[in-house]
Nanobody, 119 residues
């Protein structure tokens, strides 16, 4: 059974920083993609950043240059370093793993962690 446990959310002032972590347990295969998405009430979940096991990360336009995603394959953990935070970054942040199963990707999600940026 795959489980994703997020940590690191909270309240921060605009301009501040936070670091999110997501520890993944269970078998998600070796060619997975780990990432972060976020969602605010009434809006669709949007990509923040994702990183494959091998290759380069890609970012949503709203966070480019401010957020950095990284992963530790030995610990099966993905991180999101968020700098220069803005009130618009306020959202519930969800960890995601896309596991390659035969020829399709299966999505696994964490429970979400709240990030609130005050002005």
């Amino acid at each position: 059974q795959v489980q994703l446990v997020e940590s690191g959310g909270g309240l921060v002032q605009a301009g501040g920083s936070l670091r999110l972590s997501c520890a993944v347990s269970g078998n998600t295969g070796s060619m997975n993609i780990m990432g972060w998405y976020r969602q605010t009430p009434g809006k669709e979940r949007e990509l923040v950043a994702r990183i494959p096991r091998f290759g380069i990360a890609n970012y949503g336009d709203a966070v480019k240059g401010r957020f950095t995603i990284s992963r530790d394959n030995a610990k099966n953990t993905v991180y999101l370093q968020m700098n220069s935070l803005k009130p618009d970054d306020t959202a519930v942040y969800y960890c995601n793993v896309k596991a390659l199963v035969v020829t399709d990707f299966v999505d696994y999600w964490g429970q979400g962690t709240q990030v609130t940026v005050s002005s």
